[in-house]
Structures are given as structure tokens and as C-alpha cells.
């Protein structure tokens, strides 16, 4: 024990109290996430916050009408579909038939806030708040589950505190939604609570991503073939299989699909193809003179753009000052991936199954993501919903060495 007459002892003690309170549990990470996203709300209200105009005031409008529509006793819901027959295949890629509203179906999320009393835009900015500190709660579980505590506060920390985190989820924007869905399957398939049984959070993880996927239709091909990957590693585990012959096996099974769909994957090429080029706009653009046509250029084009998406803005695009914030934190982003190549060993070794699912699940994300995206701005959002899995793995590895 110090002596309580040395102010240096004192100050040594509190500060070491905290740094033990701090990676002892989820309250102090959670709590300072939500703390932060709640003093950054006056930020959104005042539209100071870069995030909060834009597509955030058409969310809003939309919201208010919804909400004030059930209080007259009116159910707002057909601006959701417009025009024509709606198909399972309309629905989630939007060709042909009816093309349905991701504005509508976020405002009809957040519009109940509009029927309570009172200040609504306010509450729905503290709901978001909410998710976002919900989503900082899964990855510490996920981390604890792999590691330790310690694993579990650095890997949600990030998430916590980095500002474009921070000022997105005191948004209403829907990236919140995302990423608070995504870690809340993936908690409930890798380490539920333990009053849920397997079965049950199962099926409770597949109905979040069955709400959240109408958000962002194009992820739900990342759905399903991360549930498959899942299933597969699983059963593969279970009858205690070799994992190099299952790799090799994947690969083979891979390749001949690949074959097979070749014509419809290169329908998927046009269409990345177009995206791309769509949102090669404004001032933080990037890859504006790419172009790919056909799936060999697109494989070539995707290492470069998974660079860009993970880790920009690059220096030479710097321009402004939050610009500087953002470069900072793709710092953050390029020391955690280093952290990856010795977390993810460790992964491994304590969970195969779940540690290939997450794996090939953030590849396959990243891909996709990566070759469509080519603007600062639409990346540092889209980016959020598959970081943490970075994070997670990073400060494994982190961890795991200050241990040993």
C-alpha cells in the first residue's frame, strides 16, 4: 500500500485503480461510449456535426410523418414499395418490379419516437446512441469470449471513442443500426447469454439480420454465405476434421462455383462496375480513373481497393481538418491489422470454427465493399459495419503478447 502522505503514491494508485477498473468489465467502456455519443447530440441538432445533414434530414422528415401518421390512427407504410410486383429478387438487388425504400424502412425504425411526448427528434437521437453502445457491448463479449477482458475493452474501444464513430452514431443514420445488428448476431452465434439456449439464440440471430437487412439489401449475400461458412466449419469441428484438407476442399468447391456462376458473376461485375463509378464524386474521391469490365480486372482492382476502404483517407489526400482525424484513425486501423497476424493465431487455437467464419465473412465483405466504394466519406461509413473484427483480432494479439 502507498503512503497516503506521498501525492505521487496516491496519483500512482488512482491511476493504476482505474486502468484495472477499465479492463476489468464492459461498464466503463460501454458507459464512455454512451456518454461521448450523448454530448455529441446538440452537435447533430445544431448541424455541426458533418454527418447530421443531408440524407439525415430526409430521414428525419420521413420519420415525423410516420410517427405523426399513427397518431391520427394512419399506418404510413406504402411509400415502402413504388410501383409494380414485388419479388424476392426486386427487393434485395432493386431490378424490375417494385423498388423498395431503404429511407422509408429506416424512418419507419426511428418514427415511434415521434409518438411519444415531448422533444421526439431528441429520443431518437438517444435510441441511436443506445444502439451504438449496444454494438460497443458486443465486441468486449466477443473479445472476452476469445481471450480476456482485457482482449474484450481494447478490441470495443475503438469503436467507443474514435470521433467518426462518435458523431455517426449520435447521427440518425442507419450505419448505427448496422453495426449494433451485425455484433448482436454474431454475439448470440458465438457466445450467447447463458440463459439462451443454442437453438434459441440461433434463430435469434438470424431474425436480427433478418430486420436489419432491408437497411442495406447488398449485404445479404454476406448473410448467407457467412451462416453457411458457419454451418460448415461447425460440422467440421463436430466430426473433428482436418482443417488443411477442409481448406483445400473449400478452395476446390470455390473455384468450381466460380465457374459455374461465370456469367452471373460477371453481371455482378458490370453492376460493381457502375456503383463504382457513381460514387467516384466529391472532393474526397479516390480510383476515379478506374475502371474494370471483366472479373480478372476486378480480382486485380480489389487488393487496392480494400486498401483504400480500410485505411483512407491516404496522406496525399489530406485537405482539411477532420481529414487529419480521420488519417489518424486509419492509423489506428493499419496498427490493429498488424496486431491481426498474431491475434488471429490465437483465434484459431481457441475457436477454428468461429475464428474462419469471421474471417471469411470480413474478406468477403471487404471484397465487395472495396471494389464499389471510391469516396473517403461513403468508406469511413460503410467501413464501420466489418472493423471491429479487426479490432477484435488486433487486440487479441495485443494482449496476448503483453502476456507472454
Request: proline share 5%; net charge positive.
Amino acid at each position: 500500500m502507498f503512503p497516503t502522505d506521498n501525492p505521487q503514491a496516491r496519483w500512482r494508485s488512482h491511476l493504476s485503480w482505474v486502468i484495472r477498473r477499465f479492463s476489468s468489465g464492459p461498464d466503463a467502456v460501454v458507459g464512455v461510449a454512451l456518454l461521448l455519443r450523448l454530448f455529441a447530440i446538440p452537435l447533430s441538432l445544431l448541424q455541426i456535426n458533418p454527418y447530421s445533414t443531408a440524407d439525415v434530414i430526409g430521414f428525419t422528415r420521413r420519420a415525423a410523418r410516420i410517427g405523426t401518421g399513427f397518431q391520427n390512427g394512419e399506418i404510413l407504410i406504402g411509400a415502402l414499395y413504388r410501383g409494380g410486383e414485388t419479388t424476392l429478387i426486386s427487393f434485395f438487388l432493386g431490378g424490375g418490379g417494385a423498388t423498395f425504400s431503404v429511407s422509408e424502412y429506416w424512418a419507419l425504425w426511428i418514427s415511434p419516437f415521434w409518438l411519444l411526448p415531448g422533444p421526439s427528434i431528441i429520443y431518437a437521437h438517444i435510441g441511436v446512441a443506445l444502439l451504438g453502445a449496444l454494438a460497443v457491448y458486443n465486441i468486449y463479449a466477443i473479445g472476452r469470449y476469445y481471450h480476456s477482458s482485457a482482449a474484450g475493452v481494447l478490441a470495443a474501444l475503438p469503436v467507443a471513442v474514435y470521433p467518426s464513430y462518435i458523431l455517426i452514431q449520435s447521427t440518425l443514420l442507419r450505419e448505427v443500426a448496422m453495426i449494433a445488428g451485425i455484433t448482436t448476431a454474431a454475439h448470440l452465434l458465438i457466445c450467447p447469454p447463458r440463459q439462451l439456449s443454442r437453438p434459441v439464440s440461433t434463430v435469434g440471430a438470424i431474425l436480427v439480420l433478418m430486420v436489419i437487412a432491408p437497411l442495406r439489401p447488398e449485404n445479404v449475400p454476406l448473410y448467407l454465405l457467412t451462416l453457411a461458412i458457419s454451418a460448415v466449419t461447425m460440422t467440421l469441428q463436430h466430426l473433428d476434421a482436418d482443417w488443411r484438407t477442409s481448406g483445400a476442399i473449400a478452395v476446390g468447391a470455390v473455384a468450381v462455383i466460380g465457374i459455374v456462376g461465370a456469367d452471373l458473376l460477371q453481371s455482378a461485375i458490370d453492376r460493381l462496375g457502375r456503383i463504382h463509378e457513381l460514387r467516384a464524386t466529391g472532393r474526397t474521391a479516390y480510383l476515379t480513373g478506374v475502371e474494370f469490365n471483366t472479373i480478372a480486372e476486378a480480382i486485380q482492382f480489389g487488393p487496392v481497393g480494400v486498401v483504400y476502404f480500410l485505411y483512407s483517407p491516404m496522406p496525399w489526400m489530406i485537405g482539411t481538418g477532420p481529414d487529419v482525424v480521420i488519417a489518424l484513425q486509419a492509423i489506428g486501423n493499419i496498427a490493429f491489422t498488424i496486431a491481426v497476424l498474431w491475434g488471429i493465431r490465437y483465434a484459431f487455437r481457441r475457436a477454428p470454427a468461429t475464428t474462419i467464419t469471421l474471417s471469411v465473412g470480413f474478406l468477403a465483405a471487404v471484397g465487395l465493399y472495396g471494389v464499389v466504394s471510391a469516396n473517403v466519406g461513403t468508406s469511413v461509413r460503410h467501413r464501420q459495419m466489418f472493423l471491429w473484427i479487426v479490432y477484435l483480432f488486433g487486440a487479441i494479439g495485443v494482449v496476448q503478447q503483453f502476456r507472454s
